[in-house]
């Protein structure tokens, strides 16, 4: 039973003060991940910090390029009429990010420091090079998202640091995105999950991106499919290679959820359909 | 600076001002159920999964079970105790769940019926797929889910006929 | 065909209303005066002596008033092979031992308390499969019986078998032969409200428990003999059942919690709450018994079945509770379900130190349905004919014994077949080219008029009618969410003539109610109403007799009062003495008058004040009734496999349409049909919900739900990882059709339904499965995995 302390700070330095005067302290956000694992006891702090009261850490704005608040509830985003209109590949996977209950609570900074190789958030972002701005009281620094991820449950944030804000540049205008997950029902932690973004000029693809969740310790980037895609005027042949390449380049295991053959399978199936999808030929 | 073991925070709780002494470690059902006697509201898993904890803060239907009580500071919460009528008759809400058979042990009621409400609130007019998403994290052992769906759908239609 | 007042109608659920405004009040919500906490320490080992627990830190801290082992605690051994205890003395054997309990203030402090205590083990090598616990040599899990015998085998000593006819010339004459091995998964009830109780000591060492129980008067019983083991012989329990947040089967036993909490309030002298946490029941309440069955079935050139063989494996799990006996209810469709004169069934229980199982909705039915209805589709394959046409012809009819003694009285499976055959399109076969959806379906039996599983079917009902003709109902069935009052008003409403609004039900207690076996084997309703039936009956024997005296000056009265009112009012030519004669009378509507008599306001006389006209007066009386009613149905042998367990039988089939995703093995259910032979409707909301509740399980057990367990331990033991359905996985059509054979034994003609929605659903799906893409799989669940791997299989095997 862990009698936990609690403490609302009202600005990011008083965060940093408590941080630094309670070491055994973790930070909370919407508490959907945070609440449970101290629940199942394997989170044991002396106490939460929330950053719930902080004024800037919710806002977004989207003029061009994007500014999201690493306190934005998944619902704020799905909410959110310029993020729908520019960013849709990140609000489908909103929707599809557990229940209207968690997500009314569940925020996207949240979901990308609890580093789960199944984070729904964190595919949408990737394929769209989203970069994330990291403070402490003495720097920020801003890196791409793809090297804050370091292994289940694992950033790279340092004890002290705080996600602020995820950063994303106008998507080209040419851009066809789509997101594709599978669980074992609807509301479920993905088994698997793809998102892919390519930038086309008429068959033309100049730039993919795509990404695999639930398959590797951390959410992936398909590499050697971007790599394969840019310049290529995409056929059906191509695509059945990227879900072939797929599978050979992810690396899930076996667990309580699925199976290593099937998560394998299933990557490619996603990404073939994800392709098509975003490049709006007919389901074959 | 606020925080410690034991605060005493103010909020509205069925657009009454409540205040009350709460834990840091306490959730908001812990202090809805033991400290403000509204057992209304059930826990059924405390994992944010079934919904039966559900009530509305600020227009939104979140899981009690986990949200930490000192966030709720402020804010209006409405629960299943909430939606009765000046006179404490049933609501239309309610009294769709009763009429429709959507009610057998009653267990997932009260949470079902607040997320249905939360949806009718912001959504006068929901397709059955909004319904399904709205309901999506309330779960029901017993019905099988038919009856609650047509029970929404009555409550909807009787709203709208309200109007 | 009778037409009804309320019976067969709409009725919405009396205590509707509360549950809607919150208002209902479940264990959870439960208080008494001084009321404590408990809280159990589990074991952390699956097989292992227990060396030392060590509860010192635990007793030390603030707020704890009692910690309890089986140390400081007399013996008291549970369940019915009497091969459990209450707390867990020299050895563990699963994960769930309840070693120790504390009991304190508040939910947190014993929490805390809890994990203060350490107890120390000595591993021992664990078993966890019934093969390997067959084996020779293997570790024993239970060194002695339940009489110090000392046991040489890890076989539960109880035996289910079954031959008729004879199986060598049926196999003989079977001209093609399918055969298969099916397996089912634990699985959980998950009620949403999870398990819990109060037990609370009087001063005179009188004990009540606010039980979840669907037996509180087997329970009785059960906590009696643990108050004799406690030293307290003579000392009564008394159990009040409260709203249940659902049951499902987790109620048809006595669970070591409640023993633990009995103790823990005898120890404090005070109210003692146990509640599980989600996380707890998952992992410590024991769930639906798994089972692997071999069938072989055959049939002849026209496909009549010949033959049926059936083999049962179970694993038991550490100790013995209901799971053991779901052959019992096994044997009813291997014998019975359609027309096969030669069968053998066995059935064997293995012990392991796995979890062990309990009731859960269907006992058997659904584990055996699986693997039947999935053979038959595998043989009508086999001798080529279409799966539906095979069932027709071997459908059973009414008015036969089966093999195994079942007197069928009304059937209705020809209707149901042919129903969803007609529902579900089945002669429109799917275009062949590219598409991958099918059809499939399934039936069932199941016991419709109670189950003698046991001594004693019965069950009492007693009425009382109070000075307003209020109709105060006492009866020891256990309302868990299905609906159980609320027929039970309408059936005494029904059959005395009152309003349902008169008809009060009190809660289920064993201080006041009846004595009843349980709530189980869908017998609720079935003797409920039948019990409601008979007293109504001769509460209105009474009441007519009565009237003969008090009917005429009450008229007499009424007419006075409205001639004064009408003036120029002409009553007609009767003769209401002469008239006023017992079976003259009719009661309707809480109104006494005379069944063919003129049909004035003023001839007629209120219920209440006929009531009060008899209390209130010299030598005065008030109207109670009690019945006790035993069904027409005799205790089956189960070693021979003989007897006619239940008044008569219910029916069904279900077909489903459903579409496969080749490429992720993902089923999509299109739709599903179901027709029940229900005998008669009730309550036509209140049954439809049953169904469609039943059909959801059904949809759980076929695709989604499988309680993990690895060497002893629960992998998913939170709903994150066990998956039921919900809204979105519902999000198919269901056309439900009742038949109604009016059956002579059941209550207006109807028979039990609370099981037999989730019967067929698992195979009908498997169906259609099979049908959509020539996959035929034999593990519930059918997860995509297992599709996608088969049809793998199936392709390289093509090849």
Same mark, same amino acid.
């Given at each position: 039973m862990n009698r936990f302390k609690y403490y609302k700070p009202r600005s990011l330095d008083e965060v940093w003060e408590l941080k630094e005067k309670i070491p055994g302290s973790l930070f909370i956000a919407g508490g959907t991940d945070v609440i449970v694992g101290i629940k199942n006891n394997e989170l044991r702090p002396q106490a939460l910090i929330s950053?719930?009261?902080?004024?800037?850490?919710d806002d977004i704005e989207v003029d061009g390029g994007a500014r999201i608040g690493a306190l934005a509830t998944i619902s704020d985003i799905i909410q959110n009429p310029e993020l729908r209109k520019d960013y849709p590949v990140l609000v489908e996977a909103a929707k599809s990010f557990g229940s209207v209950q968690i997500r009314n609570v569940a925020t996207i900074g949240g979901n990308l420091c609890?580093?789960?190789?199944?984070?729904?958030?964190?595919l949408p972002l990737l394929v769209m090079e989203a970069k994330v701005r990291l403070q402490t009281t003495k720097k920020s620094r801003e890196i791409p998202l793809n090297e804050f991820f370091k292994g289940p449950g694992e950033s790279?944030?340092?004890?002290?640091?705080?996600?602020t804000d995820i950063l994303l540049d106008p998507l080209h205008k040419n851009a066809k995105t789509s997101f594709m997950k599978k669980g074992?029902?609807?509301?479920?932690?993905?088994?698997a999950s793809v998102a892919v973004l390519l930038e086309m000029e008429s068959k033309t693809c100049h730039k993919a991106r795509i990404a695999a969740g639930s398959v590797a310790p951390v959410p992936l980037r398909l590499s050697k499919i971007e790599t394969m895609f840019e310049g290529a005027t995409l056929t059906k042949k191509d695509v059945t290679e990227a879900q072939r390449l797929a599978e050979d380049n992810v690396v899930p295991i076996t667990d309580v959820r699925s199976t290593e053959e099937y998560r394998r399978q299933i990557t490619g199936v996603l990404v073939k359909r994800a392709l098509e999808r975003a490049l709006e030929w007919k389901e074959t | 600076m606020e925080g410690d073991v034991r605060m005493e925070i103010a909020f509205i709780l069925n657009s009454s001002e409540v205040t009350v002494t709460v834990d840091g470690h306490r959730r908001l059902i812990d202090v809805l159920r033991e400290?403000?006697?509204?057992?209304g509201t059930k826990e059924?898993?405390?994992?944010?999964?079934?919904?039966?904890?559900t009530v509305i803060i600020d227009g939104r239907a979140v899981n009690s079970c986990l949200?930490?009580?000192?966030?709720?500071?402020?804010k209006s919460v409405t629960t299943i105790?909430?939606?009765?009528?000046?006179?404490n008759e049933l609501s239309i809400i309610q009294q769709a769940f009763v009429e429709q058979g959507?009610?057998?042990?009653?267990?997932?009621t009260p949470g079902m019926i607040m997320s249905a409400k939360a949806l009718l609130d912001s959504n006068?007019?929901?397709?059955e797929e909004d319904i399904r998403d709205a309901l999506l994290g309330n779960f029901c052992?017993?019905?099988?889910?038919v009856q609650i769906v047509e029970a929404v759908k009555e409550a909807a239609a009787q709203l709208k006929g309200k109007q | 065909m009778t037409d009804f007042q309320y019976i067969g109608k709409k009725a919405s659920r009396p205590d509707g209303p509360d549950k809607a405004a919150g208002k209902a009040h479940y264990i959870h919500d439960l208080q008494r005066p001084g009321m404590l906490y408990g809280k159990i320490k589990f074991s952390d /080992?699956? /097989?292992?002596?227990?060396k030392h627990i060590d509860t010192s830190k635990a007793e030390r801290?603030? =707020?704890?008033?009692a910690v309890i082992t089986a140390n400081n605690t007399p013996e008291i051994r549970i369940g019915f092979l009497r091969d459990n205890f209450a707390l867990k003395k020299?050895?563990?054997? @699963?994960?769930?031992? %309840?070693?120790a309990a504390v009991a304190a203030i508040d939910p947190e402090t014993a929490e805390e308390a809890v994990e203060l205590i350490q107890v120390e083990y000595e591993s021992l090598p664990g078993v966890f499969c019934p093969h390997e616990a067959m084996k020779e040599g293997s570790p024993l899990? /239970?060194?002695?019986d339940s009489q110090a015998r000392p046991r040489t085998?890890?076989?539960?000593?109880l035996k289910f078998h079954h031959e008729s006819g004879d199986l060598e010339s049926g196999k003989r004459a079977a001209k093609f032969i399918a055969e298969g091995e099916f397996s089912t998964p634990m699985v959980q009830q998950c009620c949403m409200g999870t398990a819990g109780c109060i037990a609370e000591f009087d001063m005179n060492s009188n004990l009540t428990v606010w039980a979840k129980t669907q037996i509180p008067f087997l329970a009785q019983r059960d906590f009696n003999r643990a108050l004799s083991d406690m030293g307290l012989p003579d000392k009564n329990t008394r159990i009040i059942v409260p709203t249940?947040?659902?049951?499902f089967g987790s109620g048809l036993d006595t669970h070591a919690y409640e023993y633990i909490a009995i103790l823990l309030a005898y120890q404090t002298s005070s109210p003692v709450k146990i509640v599980y946490t989600r996380a707890e029941e998952f992992a410590n309440l024991s769930p639906r018994q798994s089972s692997t069955t071999k069938i072989i079935q055959g049939c002849d050139q026209?496909?009549?079945?010949?033959f049926r063989h059936v083999e049962v494996l179970q694993d038991n799990g550490a100790y013995t509770s209901w799971g053991a006996t779901y052959p019992s209810v096994m044997m009813i469709p291997a014998t019975s379900?359609?027309?096969?004169s030669n069968v053998y069934f066995n059935a064997r229980s293995v012990y392991t130190n796995n979890t062990y199982c309990q009731a859960m909705r269907g006992y058997g039915n659904p584990e055996h349905t699986w693997a039947l209805e999935s053979n038959m589709d595998e043989l009508a394959k086999e001798a080529g004919i279409d799966p539906f046409e095979f069932r027709i012809m071997n459908r059973n009819e009414p008015d036969e014994t089966t093999p195994?003694?079942?007197?069928?009285?009304?059937? =209705?499976l020809k209707e149901c077949l042919e129903t969803v055959a007609r529902k579900l399109d089945?002669? &429109? &076969?799917?275009?062949?080219?590219?598409k991958r959806s099918g059809k499939g379906m399934a039936s069932l039996i199941h016991?419709? =008029?109670?189950?003698?599983?046991?001594r004693s079917d019965a069950s009492g009902l007693t009425l009382k009618l109070d000075d307003f003709g209020n109709v105060n109902v006492f009866h020891g069935?256990?309302?868990?969410? @299905?609906?159980l009052h609320s027929v039970l008003i309408l059936a005494v409403a029904e059959a005395l003539g009152? &309003?349902? %609004?008169?008809v009060l039900i009190n809660p289920t207690d064993t201080g006041t109610c009846p004595w009843d076996v349980g709530t189980h084997a869908s017998r609720g309703a079935f003797m409920a109403c039948n019990t409601a039936i008979l007293a109504a009956n001769k509460l209105r024997s009474q009441i007519f007799e009565l009237a003969e005296e008090v009917f005429p000056k009450e008229v007499e009265k009424n007419l006075k009062k409205f001639m004064k009112k009408n003036p120029g009012y002409k009553p007609p030519d009767f003769d209401v003495l002469k008239s006023a004669k017992r079976e003259r009378f009719e009661l309707c509507d809480g109104f006494i008058f005379i &069944?063919?008599?003129? @049909?004035?306001?003023?001839?007629r006389m209120e219920l209440g004040k006929l009531l009060r006209a008899i209390h209130f007066r010299s030598q005065g009386q008030m109207l109670t009734t009690e019945v006790f009613y035993d069904p027409p149905n005799e205790l089956p042998d189960f070693e021979r496999g003989?007897?006619?367990?239940?008044?008569t039988y219910a029916y069904g089939t279900q077909g489903a349409e459903v579409e496969v995703?080749?490429?992720?093995?993902e089923v999509k259910i299109l739709r599903m049909v179901a027709a029940h032979?229900?005998?008669?409707?009730?309550n036509s909301q209140g049954l439809k919900g049953q169904i469609y509740g039943a059909l959801a399980q059904g949809v759980g057990y076929a695709l989604y739900e499988k309680l993990q367990s690895q060497q002893g331990k629960i992998?998913?033991?939170?709903f994150r990882d066990y998956k039921i359905p919900t809204v979105q996985e519902m999000n198919f059509p269901i056309d439900l059709e009742f038949i109604e054979?009016?059956?002579?034994?059941?209550?207006?003609g109807a028979k039990g339904?609370?099981?037999?929605?989730?019967?067929?659903t698992a195979p009908a799906i498997a169906n259609a499965i099979y049908d959509a893409v020539g996959v035929r799989i034999?593990?519930?669940?059918?997860?995509p995995e297992k599709i996608l791997a088969a049809l793998k299989k199936s392709r390289t095997s093509k090849d």
């Open positions: 950053l719930r009261s902080i004024p800037e850490l609890n580093c789960s190789p199944c984070a729904d958030m964190a790279c944030l340092s004890p002290h640091e705080i996600l074992r029902v609807k509301m479920d932690l993905a088994v | 400290q403000l006697g509204q057992t059924g898993c405390g994992e944010g999964e079934c919904g039966s904890c949200y930490p009580a000192l966030e709720v500071e402020g105790e909430g939606l009765l009528g000046p006179k959507a009610i057998q042990c009653g267990f997932c006068p007019n929901p397709s052992r017993c019905t099988g889910y | /080992h699956p /097989h292992a002596w227990i801290l603030a =707020g704890v008033r020299d050895k563990v054997r @699963q994960y769930r031992d %309840e070693i899990i /239970h060194e002695t085998d890890n076989l539960v000593p249940l947040g659902g049951a026209n496909g009549k079945l010949t379900l359609y027309r096969v195994m003694g079942l007197k069928v009285s009304t059937c =209705g089945w002669k &429109k &076969k799917k275009n062949t080219k590219g016991v419709g =008029g109670g189950a003698r599983i046991y069935g256990v309302e868990m969410g @299905q609906g009152v &309003k349902p %609004e008169k &069944k063919d008599g003129p @049909q004035e306001s003023w001839l003989f007897g006619n367990i239940s008044a995703d080749t490429e992720t093995g032979d229900v005998g008669k409707v009730l992998l998913n033991p939170n054979t009016n059956d002579s034994y059941g209550p207006f339904v609370a099981e037999p929605g989730l019967v067929p034999r593990d519930l669940p059918i997860t």
